[in-house]
């Protein structure tokens, strides 16, 4: 099949429409808050995004048979020692980045004290109670691990394991241990879940030889036709996003004056987010790799316009895959490291936590100690990793970050103002961790993966279906 020249300026022109879509977006939102007095209603709002909502819907549909297939063909493709070294490379380095966000988030909250600054402009605001859910960290830690084996592979599909405390009749002065609890089935995909049962079922089709082919064959074939078929999804990214961005600034009340009070906050963790994703992440990346990150990062800008377009991890994860395997990175890697990163990797979301409880707390002028900041890093790394690859996931778990000191769920509320925007660059930073992950585990790996497969010649090239994709898109 003809490959396409010009491949490289269509790959930007994608690139260039999605950032217009965004700036577009939010210019057509601004125009609209402004044009009249009193709020649109929900209707009007669900109107305007409603053709972002079919994109979010397209995306979301790729989801579990790209996952299931990809993460299956791609371990079956792998030898044993070598699955168990991409794991283990990914792990540690999703766990050093998530430790550093958290400790870059303390210093800048510590050092710039928004807290104390808010409190005196925040003085005429109103409480309203938020939908929050109490949590407690060890219940959001065992339901991680309950999640990593679900019990019914069909209901891992559309949901996952959540323990619920029930609020007693007079909550006040009760501790949260005290609660009565509940297992509750959530309504989300359980990504993790599929994800080890795809690298379980992955190794046994491996170790089966010849008997296992046709089966893997048939998961390398559906991860295939799924690349294709997001290729063409991803044409339609800047509409989509135009239409997510665009309805939610219009929707925002008196945007302006919450970014004022707030500003301080906002500009730190903005600032936090900045270091991170340019400073720390890319000191990692060369220190493992002895390159810089920045042309990569350039190659990821439509993965990160749609992370920053659709504030979910998980419904970019088909774009991610797809731009890795476009820029080379070994598909075993990606289909691996991806999902994995989607789910449980999220710097921004941790650097957040950390930034926003301990902002809470100084506004409330509540003194913390020593202990209670390491408190603090821990619930706020492992309030990241409960988080799920969903718009505004952080700010449930954020309610755990809040309990470790002390102060009530209802106090959410300061930050719900600038959250759904702050959603969307800590989201941009979660995506592009989870993709310079899969990138550096891929250099890493680079060595062991050429020589698996110069030894299995059988299997069909993973690249060459997606120069397919390229070429019956025309990307
Ligand atoms: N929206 C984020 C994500 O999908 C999670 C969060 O921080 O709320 O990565």
Known sequence: MPRHKESFLAKNLLTMLTVAGVLGGTILGCVLRNAQQEPWTPRQVMYLQFPGDIFLRMLKALIIPLLVSSVIGAIGSLDLS???????????FYATTTVCAVILGIILVITIRPGTSAAADYAD???TKPAVRQVLTQDTLLDLIRNLFPPNLVHATIA?????????ENATGIPLENWKFVEVYEGTTNVLGLVVFGVVMGISLGMMGERGKPLLVFFETLSEAMMIITSWVIWISPLGVFFLVSAKV???ESFGDLVGRLGLYFMTVMLG????????????YFVCTRTLPFTTIGKLSQVLVTAFGTASSSATMPITIQTLDRMGVDPRVTRFVIPVGATINMDGTALYEAVAAIFIAQFRSIPLSFGQVVAVSITATAASIGAAGIPQAGLVTMVMVLDTV??????????LAVDWLLDRFRTTINVMCDSLGARLVDMLSKGELGRVS??????ADPHELVEIAKDTTHI
């Open 454 to 459: 110069d030894n299995d010649k059988n299997n």
């Open 160 to 168: 996952q394991t959540q323990t619920k405390l029930i609020v007693p």
């Open 125 to 127: 605001v109103k409480y």
């Open 273 to 284: 987010l900045f270091l991170h994703g340019f400073g720390t992440l890319s000191v990692i």
């Open 406 to 415: 002390g102060l009530p769920a209802e106090d959410v509320t300061l930050i």
């Open 82 to 92: 070598l699955s168990k070294k991409i794991a283990a490379r990914s792990i540690i």
């Open 250 to 252: 219009m929707e925002t």
